[in-house]
């Protein structure tokens, strides 16, 4: 490195440290409206993280495997279909999950966050349960607006992941350098002495 003088050691320091008020600038401007966002990613991602652990998700049932044929995805959808309006909730299918080794299929609705679980070989409703782990991943998401203001499409969660993640990528890009440019000007400093 070449021998800087007294004079462009100063400008040298002055310079990073106009950079880093830049730079701390920049990271208030984006933080500040950030907060919340974060923090709800933050909430929600934990939550996701542990959803096993603390029930947020309905837990799967088994039934004894039976030497009988398994019932058709046409049977399992139609029972889904006569549980779901007898409580009259919509009934629009959203997909089937369908389990031969377990016995059984797991039935989640469209315009509803209900799962039901059913028998592969007799047809039966053996648990009905809220998927709140659903929930919770569409907030995490942005999903839950387009849920909510019945969206066809994904804009709000398209508009809201962007944004929050080159927020959160700018956060990181502008706090690595409010971390470096006082090194460097302490490094500057002490050689100036």
């Known amino acids: 490195m070449p021998k800087l003088t007294h004079g462009k050691l100063n400008n040298k320091v002055k ?6 008020r830049q730079y701390r600038k920049l990271h208030k401007f984006i933080a500040v409206p950030m907060v919340f966002f974060m923090l709800l990613l933050g909430v929600t991602g934990l939550l996701l993280t542990w959803k096993a652990e603390l029930k947020l998700q309905p837990p799967s049932q088994q039934t004894e ?5 398994l019932i058709s995805l ?4 139609k029972n889904a ?3 779901v309006e007898a409580m009259q909730l919509s009934s629009s299918i959203n997909r089937i999950d369908y389990r031969p080794s377990k016995g059984i299929a797991k039935v989640r609705f469209e315009e509803h966050f209900t799962e039901l679980q059913i028998n592969c070989y007799t047809g ?3 648990a009905a349960e809220q998927r709140t782990d659903n929930i919770i991943e569409m907030i995490h998401d942005g999903s839950i607006l387009d849920y909510l203001f019945k969206n066809k499409s994904d804009s709000v969660k398209l508009l809201y992941s962007s944004t929050t993640s080159i927020g959160l990528i700018l ?5 690595f350098w409010l971390w470096l440019k006082p090194k460097q000007i302490k490094s500057y400093k002490t050689k100036k002495h």
């Open 81 to 83: 279909i006569d549980y």
């Open 74 to 77: 046409a049977v399992i959808e």
């Open 65 to 69: 495997i039976s030497t009988q044929s």
């Open 15 to 20: 310079k990073l440290a106009k950079d880093t």
């Open 171 to 175: 956060l990181a890009f502008s706090g």
């Open 124 to 126: 039966e409703i053996i």
